[in-house]
């Protein structure tokens, strides 16, 4: 009678261990900065990132998964600056500050702030993935 007791106890130890073993994964979330510096969390961040399922106990991974954040409100402010500013329309200037353009922007003025919203696409926008 007394190897039934152990080998029961043996028998249940893994049901009783399996909803445990099913919550040790955790999902870590992978993104590169600026700068091309690569970032891990375990919280969602704002920028577009990859995602992972790792188990804690053997660290391997279930696959990544990638997402795109929505864009910030600089990106799309200067993603429509430098649209506006590639056009052949002409981009007025108020100079003096009435809300009201008073001239158009010359065209050494409309390179310099093409190149501004460049910069700016580049600074406030994710690359997009080739």
């Known amino acids: 009678m007394r190897t039934f007791r152990p080998l029961a106890l043996a028998l249940l130890l893994p049901l009783l261990a399996a909803p445990v073993l099913a919550q040790q994964q955790q999902r870590v979330y992978q993104w590169k900065d600026a700068s091309g510096v690569t970032h891990y969390a375990d ?20 696959g990544a998964t990638a997402a795109k954040a929505e864009d910030s409100e600089q990106c799309i402010n ?5 649209a506006r500013l590639q056009g052949s329309e002409a981009v007025g200037i108020d100079t003096n500050g009435d809300g009201k353009p008073d001239r158009n922007l010359t065209d050494a003025e409309r390179k310099s702030q093409r190149d501004l919203n460049e910069a700016g696409v580049k600074a406030f926008c994710t690359p997009a993935k080739s």
Not at 78 to 82: P, V
């Open 43 to 62: 919280t969602k961040p704002a920028q577009n990132y990859k995602s992972r399922d790792i188990d804690v106990r053997t660290g391997t991974t279930a």
């Open 78 to 82: 200067a993603r429509n600056n430098l």
